[in-house]
């Protein structure tokens, strides 16, 4: 039996889960970095163990949306911690936090607005819950924590390498140019997800159950995993303006195909059985922009 609590309790509660996370993959970090193990690994593992750890919560209180805040709040903190472990504030880099911390805020905080406690687990969720009870936990663990998880990581793999990649005075001015650019990109993408939250929010208050065809709305179907797919596009531009086209690529293009294979056909799905004017606005409206 679910247990229920109030919003803020339960808000207080996920964030003690996510610090007992972070402080078991620190611990991890720590002593995998004492047994000589390349950085990036030891992050990697550490973000894993604290990924089982937000899952194992998720166990406890029969939600895995204990997990949907993870999202947000690993990557602006890990490019923080990583700043202060390598010692390295360079331009690119003060750029890429400012960047992973607005967007982050503004994700973040889009959880809290629609948060609505322990006790309520998300749509997607408890369809998987209810359409494969034998094999839901497996599910649970390596599709709905883990492969976030790996994807976001991927997706982190370029901004990681821009601490390695500091602007020299062989720098062309095109490359500070796409540098700035990319910068541009993601904070834009953020607003752009910022202003599609408002404007969500604000049309569903006033008219629930109808399809919000207004604003960004009215331009794409999906604004706000539109700004999702560009933000992370927007880190890899800023790596590739450093260091040119190679296999860190693979993160941007495996968030898009996440969004595109996955994200978005399930809301698809959901919108098409709840609203029958979304079949409509579907006709009319382009998928992303």
């Not at 030891?42 to 973000?47: K, V």
């Not at 990109?185 to 399809?211: E, M, N, W, Y």
């Not at 195909?257 to 006709?283: H, T, V």
Request: hydrophobic share 50%; glycine share 6%.
């Amino acid at each position: 039996m679910k247990r229920t609590y109030s919003k803020w309790c339960s808000v207080a509660l996920i964030a003690a889960i996510y610090a007992i996370a972070g402080v078991a993959g620190w611990l991890l970090f720590d002593w995998l970095m004492m047994q000589s193990m390349q950085p990036i690994w030891a992050l990697f593992l550490a973000d894993v163990l604290a990924t089982v750890v937000v899952w194992a919560f998720g166990l406890l209180y029969e939600n895995v949306s204990v997990y949907d805040p993870y999202w947000s709040v690993f990557p602006p903190i890990a490019f923080l911690l990583w700043a202060f472990y390598t010692g390295t504030w360079s331009f690119p880099v003060i750029l890429l936090l400012i960047a992973s911390w607005y967007w982050g805020w503004r994700l973040t905080r889009n959880w809290a607005i629609t948060f609505k406690g322990i006790g309520h687990e998300d749509w997607r969720y408890t369809k998987y819950r209810d359409r494969h009870p034998l094999v839901f936990q497996t599910i649970n663990l390596f599709g709905l924590n883990m492969m976030p998880t790996l994807v976001v990581f991927a997706a982190m793999l370029p901004g990681l390498k821009l601490f390695e990649s500091p602007i020299t005075n062989e720098q062309s001015p095109i490359s500070i140019a796409l540098l700035c650019f990319g910068f541009i990109v993601c904070l834009a993408s953020a607003t752009i997800q910022l202003i599609a939250d408002k404007q969500s929010h604000d049309f569903r208050a006033a008219h629930p159950g109808k399809v919000c065809n207004v604003g960004l709305w009215k331009h794409g179907r999906h604004p706000n995993y539109f700004g999702e797919i560009q933000f992370w596009w927007g880190i890899w531009i800023m790596y590739a303006s450093l260091n040119g086209i190679d296999l860190y690529i693979g993160g941007a293009i495996a968030m898009t195909a996440l969004f595109l294979g996955i994200s978005i056909p399930l809301m698809e799905k959901r919108q098409l059985a709840n609203k029958p004017d979304y079949a409509e606005y579907r006709k009319q409206t382009r998928m992303l922009i």
